[in-house]
């Protein structure tokens, strides 16, 4: 369980790949985080190259039980 706080310029969280890199099923995780946005329509989420809003984020099975919150 962590904080992350992304409110403003390109900040972002998420996961990248190296091409030709495997990323083994359940082993990169992200469980019961809370996140500070500018806002929820903001793209503040990475999955491998792909751009996320936190519905999207969610929508990707990422952090599921995690909160979103606006300042």
Partial sequence: MGSTGMTGGTQSTGMVQNAGAEV???QLTFSDN??????????????????????????????????????
Wanted: no cysteine; aromatic share 12%.
């Fill in 24 to 26: 083994p099923a359940r």
């Fill in 34 to 71: 809370s996140y500070l946005l500018d806002q929820l329509g903001a793209q503040r989420f990475a999955k491998f190259g792909t751009k996320l809003t936190a519905t999207g984020w969610r929508s990707a099975g990422l952090d599921t039980a995690g909160t979103f919150q606006t300042h």
